[in-house]
């Protein structure tokens, strides 16, 4: 299971009620949850593993009773929707929409048993050669795995094509659907994809990368990356063209508590990209925008001007003589 911020319906009573409007429009059904991750993407997640506390409800629930010599077909669990927080933060909602629609038009062939039977068999088996490589197994276990090992590689071999072949049909199938929904905010939805692409990683490179090296981890990341991309489409004659949607509504706003969702998933970022730990401590604590410029970038400068100083004492590098400041009656006009 991908770690993800989840999303409880109470929380966001806007974002499932857009969400189950879309699954309608599509025909297909709504996801079982909505989750966020730190990151410029989104797909469906199954999670009816048993490790995940769910199971898929079993066939008589839906009336899928067995007839004579048919097997029960169990109807599976709608997957979760895993939404870039990026993409909410800076899209707005009808941007945020015809991005979703050709992902929520996947949870109809999830919801198709022999599809769904076909995914738990190949990700078993993908387990299973995770399970036969695990180290530090006796020698007599770690022969019998060696056997289970090969043969279920070749298994996973052998539908390895079959596998793919019938992913590319379900994401044709998803993308063909999608098309009749909301046509015309796609074109300009695939732009913003890109510019929230570019600014996020460039926020997570350029300013959040030093505050976690210093133990600090900012705590609205997805708030900066607005911020950021909101002065460049106002001063780039080349973004001039989003300055109008500016003034639309923002898709974070379907949100009840943004700030909160926004420190939980800058959490988890700095966890995901940087390795920090998942809870706040004495040596792990958050940073807001305001302190940003005394705690994180003046303390940069001064650890990077003390360590300079310290190169030239070893190179024995003669310091320059002081200069005497001006007098303020002296300074130009």
Known sequence: MSPTVPVAEDAAPDLYRMVRDLA???GVPAPSAIALTPDCDS????RTHPAHGRRPPPAEEHGDIAGAGRPARVRAVAPVLVIGSPFLWWMRVGELRAVLAPVVAGTGPSAHPDIAAARRFVRGLDAAVAVTS???RPTVVRGVLAGVGWVTRLLLRGCRGHAAEMERGVAAAAAARAQAVDHGQRIVAQEQVGLAYAGWDRLLTRVALPAWR?????SRLNAGVVAALTELSRRDRLAEGFASRLGERPACDLLEEPGTMDEATSLLAARLFHGGPAETGPEWSPVHWGDYPEEVVDRKWRTDAARLHR???ALHVPRPPATPRPSPGSWPT
């Open 134 to 136: 695990a180290p530090g």
């Open 311 to 313: 190169v030239l004492d």
């Open 43 to 46: 797909w469906l997640e199954d």
């Open 214 to 218: 210093m133990g600090r981890w900012p």
């Open 24 to 26: 309608d429009r599509l």
